[in-house]
Nanobody
Framework: QVQLDESGGGLVQAGGSLRLSCAAS????????MGWFRQAPGKEREYIAG????????YYAESVKGRFTISRDNAKNTGYLQMNSLKPEDTAVYYC??????????????????WGQGTQVTVSS
């Protein structure tokens, strides 16, 4: 089974950029759909981006479309979330997740079975 470990969070000024990484252990990372979620205090968890196992298909929530880019390097067992033009409302704990089910890419949420521990992203105004 794959285990996930996020890194790259931190404090950044509005308009700045961060790149989150999701390192996966296990031999079968390339079989998993990978996604990124975020949860701000007092708000529900939001599915913001997903990428198919091959990297050929992606999903973005409207809230991040055009600013965030999801990618993966299966040879390195690592997924990424490049975040540009960050806004204070992007402040949240960001989680990577993985799923063996292809429906997870478009449906998000409970279709993802494996989760990382989260990394804090804080955007100051």
């Amino acid at each position: 089974q794959v285990q996930l470990d996020e890194s790259g969070g931190g404090l950044v000024q509005a308009g700045g950029s961060l790149r989150l990484s999701c390192a996966a252990s296990g031999r079968t990372f390339s079989s998993y759909v990978m996604g990124w979620f975020r949860q701000a205090p007092g708000k529900e968890r939001e599915y913001i981006a997903g990428i198919s196992s091959s990297g050929g298909s992606t999903y973005y929530a409207e809230s991040v479309k055009g600013r965030f880019t999801i990618s993966r390097d299966n040879a390195k067992n690592t997924g990424y979330l490049q975040m540009n033009s960050l806004k204070p409302e992007d402040t949240a704990v960001y989680y990577c997740a993985a799923s063996l089910g292809t429906k997870a890419l478009q449906l998000g949420g409970p279709w993802y079975q494996l989760w990382g521990q989260g990394t804090q992203v804080t955007v100051s105004s």
